[in-house]
């Protein structure tokens, strides 16, 4: 059964850091780019950061740029997000998802149909 499962998220006062986990079962991260997403209360979800599996490249979203740091363990089919300096507004629940592919297309969505989301984890920031 392919499956992401998110972990990681908590309460954290502003300024903490944090790492989420994305744990993928059914398939392998040797071949797949994981991209995070966030949804903040009352916002529409947006894509923060994503690591292809073609050549290891990250990219940021320039709201998290130099806060957010994604890496991949292989052996332990595993994303992570490390997340310093937390804002209030960093506040959402944040899912991994992949469709497939090897470079970063699920950030744009152009492989909807072949997308696999977790079910996310929530991250708390209090002020």
């Known amino acids: 059964q392919v499956q992401l499962v998110e972990s990681g998220g908590g309460l954290v006062q502003s300024g903490g850091s944090l790492r989420l986990s994305c744990a993928a079962s059914?398939?392998?991260?040797?071949?797949?780019?994981i991209g995070w997403f966030r949804q903040a209360p009352g916002k529409e979800r947006e894509g923060v950061s994503c690591i292809s599996s073609s050549d290891g490249s990250t990219y940021y979203a320039d709201s998290v740029k130099g806060r957010f740091t994604m890496s991949r363990d292989n052996a332990k089919n595993t994303v992570y997000l490390r997340i310093h300096s937390l804002k209030p507004e960093d506040t959402a629940v944040y899912y991994c998802a992949t469709d497939y592919n090897d470079v970063c297309t699920v950030l744009a969505h152009i492989r909807p149909n072949l997308e696999v989301w977790g079910q996310g984890t929530l991250v708390t920031v209090s002020s």
């Open positions: 059914g398939f392998s991260l040797d071949y797949n780019a």
